[in-house]
């Protein structure tokens, strides 16, 4: 894994860190928190000095409805919004899948196979995410990592080859929900790619890398 650095301008204490899990302790819970990941410390030092990036005006600007432009040079993710993600020991192999609070880490679902891939986790994560979203009425933007998963969304479609069979037959009707899900259900949840070269691993992250 390649060297990086987090400055921190607004958090419980602004500084430089080495590592996403010291910055995430400074920001995570915080309502206003500003940081940013570099590639050398130079970079790092001269960024802290010129001080925070101007804030961006998410309620009128567009590029916090599309994945491709939500983390434009800049930017920093949405606090008040809901994170996905999913872990696979082996591919395929025994797979995870959850939601968490962006900014409180406070975990909405949790769901568990025996055998699965990471990009079916990935897209059933989303779509759980959406239909929690919605059952708790609530407008927050939701974070994914995988763009294999988010073009499968737009299909409304799993494009998986995993083979079918008694060992996968509960991951295959948890498949077949939620596809059915996204075709009898709307939605204006704006689903955000999640911006790991400058922001580090998703909240929803399993720290298994």
Known sequence: MKKAYYVVWSGRQPGIYETWEECKAQVHGQEKST????????EARAAYAA???????RKSSPKTRSPKTA????????????AVDAACSGNP???????VHTSTGEQWFHQAFPLGTNNIGE????????????????????????????SWIKKKKCG???????????????????????????YTTPLLKWDTENWGEIPA???RK
């Open 35 to 42: 940081f940013k990941k570099f590639k050398t410390l130079d």
């Open 205 to 207: 992250d399993f720290g």
């Open 51 to 57: 001080g925070a990036p101007a804030p961006v005006d």
């Open 123 to 150: 897209f059933l994560a989303i779509v759980h995410g959406l239909a929690e979203l919605q059952r708790r009425k609530s407008k927050l933007p939701l974070y994914t990592d995988s763009k294999t998963a988010l």
């Open 71 to 82: 983390s434009a040079n800049g930017a920093i993710p949405i606090s008040d919004s809901l």
């Open 93 to 99: 192999g025994v797979m995870e899948y959850r939601g």
């Open 160 to 186: 998986s080859k995993l083979i079918r069979s008694v060992q996968t037959e509960p991951l295959f009707a948890l498949i077949e929900r939620a596809e059915k899900w996204l075709q009898n259900n709307s």
